[in-house]
């Protein structure tokens, strides 16, 4: 069965969401460039997103110039997302952004396909049709933070993937939950909360998809950790950032370990800045910007079979039917 894209609702006023959707419809063929005049039509005849600030009807002159006036910063929102975009990643960045027209680059890099890639994981809510789908994007998205961890730690610590039914769980830790997390305890040099772990079900990964620590050397307590959790979707992550602190919980390590999230989404105003900083609070947000920067430098050694499964996502979408 084919896969299918689905524009679905249109994120008129969540610029970053928005400026994703419109690189989707270029990946998947239903647009060959985008420009402002695009935008304003989708913004009029879409499927829009809820919003209380435009859900009344325009009754009066005021009203409809008000809406007209919304619908025009809408659309220069999402366009500063594009040349945010191109700014900050450069050649890096799989589309080009000139003349008020955003297109496809006619020739796509390594680091081009990374991003793509995340930017099919951000909407995958966008696509139907294939069994599976889902979740193998999910699966190699959360290999692909393991990546990006360790560059950004310069390989000076141990990163597995904890998640469920990872090579990593089944080759280093254990399947059964509680038995890997008094494993990671052995590696954290901590003792384990054996009541709590005793508690838990023997599936699952107890919140926590990616671990990583340097022991310095000896068996002390104490020891540089990272905990990580990767949220493969486009609205909801924000949930997701404190579950690793709570996975800290099973153990006593005489000091919090680093709290990760990793997200496709591009969370970014277009000066740069995150869209709402409550969100990273007590946690480090790893976003697709964050995740690019940090795999620059490794792009030419990680896993060739990663990267190869991460191109043949990115072709199948090219590919997808409009639904």
Request: glycine share 6%.
């Amino acid at each position: 069965m084919a896969l299918k894209f689905t524009i679905g609702q249109v994120p008129r006023t969540r610029a970053f969401q928005f400026a994703d959707l419109m690189e989707l419809t270029v990946l998947v063929g239903l647009s060959t460039q985008v420009s402002r005049a695009d935008l304003d039509a989708l913004i009029n005849t879409g499927n829009i997103d809820a919003d209380p600030d435009d859900d009344h009807e325009a009754n009066t002159d005021s009203d409809a110039i008000a809406v007209t006036a919304s619908k025009v910063k809408n659309a220069e929102d999402c366009f500063g997302q594009f040349e945010y975009r191109a700014g900050a990643l450069d050649e890096h960045y799989p589309f080009q952004v000139e003349q008020s027209l955003l297109t496809p680059r006619k020739q796509i890099t390594n680091s081009g396909y990374v991003y793509l890639f995340c930017l099919v994981c951000s909407r995958l809510g966008s696509f139907s049709g294939k069994k599976g789908f889902t979740q193998r994007c999910a699966k190699l998205f959360t290999e692909l933070a393991a990546v990006a961890l360790s560059a950004s730690l310069k390989k000076s610590a141990d990163v597995y993937v904890f998640d469920a039914n990872s090579a990593d769980r089944k080759a280093h830790f254990h399947t059964d939950l509680r038995k890997a997390l008094r494993k990671l305890a052995v590696e954290l040099n901590a003792r384990p909360d054996e009541h709590l772990i005793d508690q838990q079900s023997s599936a699952g990964d107890g919140g926590l998809d990616l671990v990583a620590f340097n022991r310095m050397g000896d068996k002390a307590l104490g020891v540089m950790a990272y905990f990580g959790q990767c949220a493969a979707q486009q609205n909801g992550w924000p949930s997701k950032t404190l579950e690793p602190k709570k996975t800290a919980g099973f153990f006593a390590m005489g000091h919090d370990p680093s709290n990760l999230l990793y997200t496709p989404v591009m969370y970014r105003n277009a000066a740069g800045h995150w869209v709402n900083d409550l969100h990273s609070q007590d946690c480090i947000i790893v976003d697709r910007l964050r995740m690019m920067r940090a795999l620059q430098a490794v792009i030419h050694e990680a896993p060739s079979i990663l990267f190869n499964q991460i191109r043949a996502v990115v072709h199948e979408v090219a590919g997808a039917v409009a639904d």
